[in-house]
């Protein structure tokens, strides 16, 4: 797996790469995708496919303690993903799931946070909370898929890092590669980059044939 094996997948759309996918027999077609409590927060930066880099993060349980930040181990973390390839830049996922009395509220980014991560290698952030700073965070490049937007980020605790996670149903674990797009994001197995290109590539040859068919068809209806 390199960069370049990733980044041509971004020809396809996620439901096609999931097709593919789905040919390959390699998972169970009913996990390894998120559902409609997780959109596209930025479409116009285009779809983004990377390695995952993970971490868990509450910002809705009350109280003064101030415990330790693990940000700056997860940047480390990510820069070093970053370079997994033989030092080949390769493009990271940062993947946040929010847990707490109100996951969807945690602000689990920011413009400040965005720039260092996009500066550590991240292209895309995934979280199941919500982000704050858009306009910022969009400035970044970095795009965002989330469960929305809210000002107030609250007390940051950092749970752990690079550990498995939940995000809208679908369990992502550190390596795994993470496209997403408008239609939001699945999980493709490392092992899998290169077969699903293939797969994902018939998939959309018969599903062109198929509609020109059809829509000949339909041009003939009296």
């Not at 349980?61 to 693990?70: H, R, V, Y």
């Not at 973390?77 to 370079?83: D, G």
């Not at 260092?116 to 895309?124: D, E, F, L, S, T």
């Not at 970044?140 to 007390?155: D, E, K, N, Q």
């Amino acid at each position: 797996m390199n960069a370049q094996n990733l980044q041509r997948l971004l020809e396809f759309d996620t439901p096609t790469v999931a097709n593919g996918l789905e040919l390959l027999r390699i998972q169970d077609p009913c996990v390894g995708y998120t559902g409609p409590d997780v959109r596209c927060l930025m479409p116009e930066l285009g779809p983004r496919i990377g390695i995952a880099v993970t971490a868990r993060l509450d910002t809705t349980t009350a109280g003064s303690d101030n415990p330790a930040s693990l940000f700056p181990e997860w940047l480390r973390i990510i820069r070093e993903a970053a370079q997994a390839c033989g030092g080949e830049p390769i493009p990271v996922f940062a993947i946040m799931e929010s847990v707490g009395p109100r996951p969807r509220y945690t602000v689990t980014i920011g413009d400040m946070m965005a720039t260092r991560m996009a500066i550590a290698g991240a292209v895309g952030f995934l979280s199941n909370g919500s982000i704050r700073d858009i306009d910022g965070v969009r400035e970044t490049g970095l795009a965002c898929w989330g469960a929305g937007l809210s000002p107030m980020h609250g007390r940051l605790r950092w749970l752990d890092v690079n550990s498995p996670v939940v995000i809208d149903g679908m369990t992502v674990r550190p390596g795994d590669i993470v496209q997403a797009d408008i239609n939001g994001a699945i999980i493709i197995p490392p092992q899998a980059v290169d077969e699903v290109y293939e797969k994902a590539a018939q998939v959309r040859a018969r599903e062109q044939a198929q509609l020109a068919e059809w829509r000949q068809k339909g041009l003939l209806v009296k």
